[in-house]
């Protein structure tokens, strides 16, 4: 097999396609998670994914390895029984911001708590896609959604700021920046305690078109003009993007 | 063979550990928190204290398809919480125990006052159509003998199995003989050996399959068969025959043995696996002219009962916490005058 298509033995193909929106980032995050379980040459009976409910939630069922489907907001909790089970597997949490940030919030809190070792990749569409286009924990100041016509008035939840408050790994990329991306969560696979990668994806269906993007192209355009890459800050700026240094590891 | 002074809870812990119990995960809530403390620090069991009751039961699910059996303990009001992920672990087939020591509801209710308030949230208080295994012991010494009923049927049916107690049991000291009964063996292989998809979306083969009314049929169909031919094997229940007497009393938990003290006048069915309900009480029942149901809720198992047998069934309701030998000889002698005489043909 041709070293380039290797990560294919961590995908289902035989599941495809996926239930995605042509021009949705998911199939990025996807992909890039399947690349760095592949550059660490993990054993595919060493890896267990788990997602919530929403878009991002439904890429746990296209990893060829045990995975699991749960309910909506409890994947980390559900990661934290199976990494105390069996502390041999890699665990990986693979779910969008309202899943994660919102719903399952607190959980999120306790788990950084905790520094239970679980890797946690987070769909930041800044959007709640799979409902139709809804404000998410994530979504701009000032943005305009099905929730927040006037635009949103609530600030944006400060990940980065609960992750390092108990000095977890924290890492931030996009789905233009794509070996930034794998590297990110390369490096997140390998920290030992709880790691944390924000993948700002564009949705474009429920989010990105209404706010005044073409198509998912320009997303992508922004993201690249935008996001600059400083793999070596002790807390990343809105524009940046990067791996935080981690006190202590 | 071993006999020890025990408290209900403890006798639950006793039983969970001999019968392989692997990691328990929960929130403390009186009249339920000493299983938590208490399983704390011992060796082969992995405790976690979670953030609240619904991060346990995924905690639990997650460390059951990882391999482990395993527990988790609340009462009404994390049992509520609870109750979104007790659908999900039916449909991914995650076999554990949820014990569940009633107090008084709704709401904060009267803590910790006993209840019996939870029988329609065991049954039905997930979303869509599920068939859950339920026991119900009323002694200390049926509390560790059905803690091993509950993990083996568990195992069996790959479901969530609900141990019913209540404040009075669960709180009360009684004699155990500590004796060993039959365990299951984990049926499923763990996480990490495999490429299934555990889902809560309709699936088929570890696929989900969201727009076919035919294949979610299939799959509830299949669900509740595994459910109810396991719950077979588990047919509990206590029958007190009373040949001189026409009716029939029916009652479970604390208010169960208050109700002995009526055996003279009344015969007594007491049903120890709640659901499927235990098909032997039709044949029971048809002997009697009158079926009471006593319980502490406002009918809740009544109804259900009636339900079963096709005929009108009287009810004492007892909520709020009181058991009262008096005021339960008055209710009964009131109703019965009032109920009409019927003998069902079964
Ligand atoms: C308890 C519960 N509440 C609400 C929903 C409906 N729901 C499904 S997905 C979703 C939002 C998901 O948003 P996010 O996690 O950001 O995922 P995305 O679709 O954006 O990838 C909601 C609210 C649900 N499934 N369960
Ligand atoms: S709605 Fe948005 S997040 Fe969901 S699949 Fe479509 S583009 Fe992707
Ligand atoms: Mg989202």
């Known amino acids: ?249 | 063979m071993l006999k020890q002074l025990l408290q209900g809870n403890q006798a639950i812990i006793q039983a969970a550990e001999r019968a392989g119990l692997g990691l328990f995960a929960g929130y403390p809530i009186t009249p339920a928190s000493e299983i938590l403390h208490e399983l704390v620090g011992k060796k082969h069991i992995k405790v976690l204290q979670m953030e609240d009751e619904i991060a346990s039961i995924n905690a639990c699910i997650g460390a059951s398809l990882a391999g482990l059996k395993v527990m988790t303990a609340t009462s009404g009001p994390g049992f509520s919480l609870m109750q979104e992920s007790i659908g999900l672990a039916h449909m991914m087939e995650v076999p554990m125990v949820i014990i569940d020591v009633q107090r008084v509801g709704p709401s904060t209710g009267m803590p910790t006052f006993p209840a019996q308030g939870d029988i329609i949230q065991a049954r039905h208080g997930s979303h869509g159509d599920y068939f859950p295994i339920i026991f119900y012991p009323n002694s200390v010494e049926e509390l560790y003998r059905y803690t091993f009923s509950a993990f083996n049927a568990a195992e069996e049916s790959l479901s969530p199995v609900i141990l019913l107690s209540d404040g009075y049991i669960s709180h009360l000291y009684e004699t155990v003989e500590l004796k060993d009964y039959p365990i299951a063996q984990r049926s499923m292989p763990p996480l990490g050996t495999s490429n299934r998809h555990f889902t809560g979306l309709t699936h088929q083969d570890s696929r989900p399959v969201t727009s076919s009314p035919e294949a979610h049929r299939e799959l509830l169909a299949q669900l509740q068969k595994k459910c109810t031919e396991t719950s077979r094997n588990y047919s509990f229940y206590e029958y007190i025959e009373n040949t001189e007497a026409d009716t029939l009393l029916i009652a479970f938990g604390a208010l169960s043995r208050a109700v002995y003290q009526f055996k003279d006048k009344y015969a007594l069915f007491r049903p120890i696996r709640l659901f499927p309900m235990v098909e032997e009480l039709k044949d029971v029942a048809s002997r009697y002219e009158h079926i009471i149901v006593l319980e502490m809720n406002a009918g809740q198992y009544c109804y259900q009962i009636e339900r079963l047998l096709h005929r009108e069934v009287g009810l004492v309701s007892l909520p709020g916490g009181k058991i009262d030998i008096k005021e339960i000889s008055d209710r009964l002698q009131g109703l019965r005058q009032k109920l009409p005489k019927q003998v069902s043909v079964s």
């Open chain 1, 1 to 249: 097999m041709e070293d380039t298509v290797r990560f294919k033995r961590f995908l289902k193909e035989g599941n495809l396609p996926t239930p995605w929106c042509p021009g949705c980032g998911n199939g990025q995050v996807l992909k890039s998670l399947a690349q760095a379980f592949e550059e660490l040459n993990l054993d595919k009976h060493q890896v267990v994914v788990v997602s919530g409910i929403g878009c991002a939630g439904r890429s746990a069922g296209f990893f060829d390895l045990d995975s699991v489907h749960t309910a909506h907001g409890r994947a980390i909790p559900l990661a934290e029984g199976i990494k105390t089970a069996n502390e041999n597997l890699k665990v990986v949490v693979s779910s969008g911001d309202g899943d994660l940030l919102g719903i399952g919030g607190n959980h999120l809190l306790h788990a950084t708590r905790r520094n239970t070792p679980l890797t946690i990749v987070c769909y930041s569409n800044e959007i709640y896609g799979m409902t139709g286009g809804q404000a998410s924990p994530t979504t701009r100041l000032n943005t305009k959604t099905l929730t927040t016509p006037e635009g949103n008035r609530d600030v944006p939840f400060n990940v980065q700021a609960i992750i390092k408050a108990h000095n977890c790994f924290y890492a931030r990329s996009t789905t233009f920046h794509l070996p930034h991306l794998k590297k990110c969560i390369v490096e997140a696979l390998r920290h030992p305690g709880l790691s944390f990668v924000d993948v700002i994806t564009q949705c474009i269906v429920n989010n990105g078109r209404r706010i005044g993007f073409k198509d998912a192209f320009e997303m992508l355009m922004y993201y690249k003009n935008n996001y600059k890459i400083n793999d070596n800050a002790e807390f990343l700026k809105d524009n940046e993007i990067g791996i935080t240094r981690c006190a202590g590891v």
